[in-house]
């Protein structure tokens, strides 16, 4: 199994950012895919995740309402759009892929994308 971030970058307070993970290697649809970030003063945490067949999607509070997660199951392709980003966003993304239904703690995903940083300048 593959994945494979994109999208990163340097934005400003309010501006918005997609990042995009194609994941390949898996041939049953009943997987969960999800965003995770972390930075060097905080451990490794669940952003969304979602459920590549049914579109199941869990959010963290903190994102909730600003960050939408999605994907295009034809180009085997997940998203996450983030709108209204502030500093406190600012984090190595990291996309990650686990056999079976939702889950959001990073300790249930066995595989990982190399990370994707995202700054948010104030």
């Known amino acids: 199994v593959q994945v494979v971030e994109s999208g990163g970058g340097l934005v400003q307070t309010g501006e918005s950012l997609k990042l995009s993970c194609v994941i390949s290697g898996l041939t049953d649809d009943h997987y969960t895919m999800g965003w995770f970030r972390q930075t060097t003063s905080k451990e490794r945490e669940g952003v969304s995740v979602?459920?590549?067949?049914?579109?199941?999607?869990w959010y963290a509070s903190s994102v909730k309402g600003r960050f939408t997660i999605s994907r295009d199951i034809a180009k085997s392709t997940l998203y996450l759009q983030m709108d209204n980003l502030n500093p406190e966003d600012s984090a190595v993304y990291y996309c990650?892929?686990?056999?079976?239904?939702?889950?959001?703690?990073?300790?249930?995903?066995?595989?990982w994308g190399q990370g994707t940083q995202v700054t948010v300048d104030s």
């Open positions: 979602i459920h590549w067949r049914g579109g199941t999607t």
């Open positions: 990650a892929a686990r056999l079976g239904g939702l889950r959001s703690g990073p300790e249930d995903f066995p595989y």
